[in-house]
Nanobody
Framework: QVQLTESGGGLVQAGGSLRLSCAAS????????MGWFRQAPGQEREFVAT???????YYVDSVKGRFTASRDNAKNTVYLQMNSLKPEDTAVYYC?????????????????WGQGTQVTVAP
């Protein structure tokens, strides 16, 4: 069992930055691949980024070059550094864990989810 808690969301002007954190409780965090997803009002949950057990990352095209996922297994935490934010990045951001070496872009394959943190980017 893994419990995930996101933090770091907020209101920022376009072009600004935020760093989201996702703290995991439970056992063997390092054995999980992690993902970040987001959901804007009235829209489906969208894949943002994934980071493997070993730290390999993959991003949706719309955030490549602006967002960076990382993990600190000693702190049981995964991060999403978001730079050059745009109004279209506004959404609730969720982290998720999959008991696997790698994880993909399909939200249905993840085993555990956090409660989400709101990111609002003003024009």
């Amino acid at each position: 069992q893994v419990q995930l808690t996101e933090s770091g969301g907020g209101l920022v002007q376009a072009g600004g930055s935020l760093r989201l954190s996702c703290a995991a409780s439970g056992r063997a965090f390092s054995m999980y691949a992690m993902g970040w997803f987001r959901q804007a009002p009235g829209q489906e949950r969208e894949f943002v980024a994934t980071i493997s057990r070993g730290g390999s990352t993959y991003y949706v095209d719309s955030v490549k070059g602006r967002f960076t996922a990382s993990r600190d297994n000693a702190k049981n935490t995964v991060y999403l550094q978001m730079n050059s934010l745009k109004p279209e990045d506004t959404a609730v951001y969720y982290c998720a864990a999959k008991s696997s070496r790698f994880a993909g872009t399909n939200w249905g394959e993840y085993d555990y989810w956090g409660q989400g943190t709101q990111v609002t980017v003003a024009p």
